[in-house]
């Protein structure tokens, strides 16, 4: 049973450039949540997406964008990287939109370096 | 304010002691809490959840809510040099819908021999 995979699992970037990163949720779950995780910091939540459409969104600019696909695959989007935008990307997957088993299960991420 | 606080630590402990990690949170609609262990370099792994007052016991591993206080703890017996780790500590409000957690900074545990 395979669980949540994201790829890359690292990159480096320039700033000003544009990054997409991709995960595959749990077998038999539907619903996608992407976080950052900047050094030393808690995950925070950049958004979810649920049936093919964002269905919550974090305090995040609009350079940050995702998708979902038939398939309930996620890319998540950053253009006109910041430095800041230095950090783990983690994707989470779970079944529907609540969450009252907690079950909510974390990929390895993509650690994304922006020189 | 934050809405999930932390001790960021380090909190050392010796090998077989208890550990105890607290959390608070400031919104008073939150319904659901987890504790989730992350070692260095990995992903969040999820340990515990607790969703109503009193304690829930897993192992070694004991789950403590007070909403009145707005306080969750953890607690780690007969602590391991395994358990080294961070340990995040998630809310999700009632508000908003979806299944948004919101995470402390974490506490970073050490367990010497």
């Excluded at chain 1, 450039?17 to 995950?43: E, F, I, M, N």
């Excluded at chain 1, 950090?87 to 990929?107: D, K, M, V, W």
């Excluded at chain 2, 959840?49 to 070694?60: A, F, H, P, V, W």
Aim: hydrophobic residues 30%.
């Amino acid at each position: 049973d395979a669980g949540v995979t994201q790829s890359p699992t690292h990159l480096i970037k320039t700033r000003g450039q544009q990054v997409t990163l991709r995960c595959s949720p749990k077998s038999g779950h539907d619903t996608v949540s992407w976080y950052q995780q900047a050094l030393g910091q808690g995950p925070q939540f950049i958004f979810q997406y649920y049936e093919e459409e964002e269905r919550q969104r974090g305090n995040f600019p609009d350079r940050f964008s995702g998708h979902q696909f038939p398939n309930y695959s996620s890319e998540l989007n950053v253009n006109a990287l910041l430095l800041g935008d230095s950090a783990l990307y983690l994707c989470a997957s779970s079944l529907g939109l609540t969450l009252n088993t907690g079950e909510l299960f974390f990929g390895e991420g993509s650690r994304l370096t922006v020189l | 304010q934050k809405e999930v606080e932390q001790n960021s630590g380090p909190l050392s402990v010796p090998e077989g002691a208890i550990a105890s990690l607290n959390c608070t949170y400031s919104d008073r609609v939150s319904q659901s809490f987890f504790w989730y262990r992350q070692y260095s370099g990995k992903s969040p792994e999820l340990i515990m959840s607790i969703y109503s007052n009193g304690d829930k016991e897993d192992g070694r591993f004991t789950a403590q809510l007070n909403k009145a206080s707005q306080y969750v703890s953890l607690l780690i017996r007969d602590s391991q040099p395994s358990d080294s780790a961070t340990y995040l500590c998630a809310v999700k409000s009632r508000t908003g819908g979806g299944n948004k957690l919101t995470f402390g900074t974490g506490t970073q545990l050490k367990v010497e021999l």
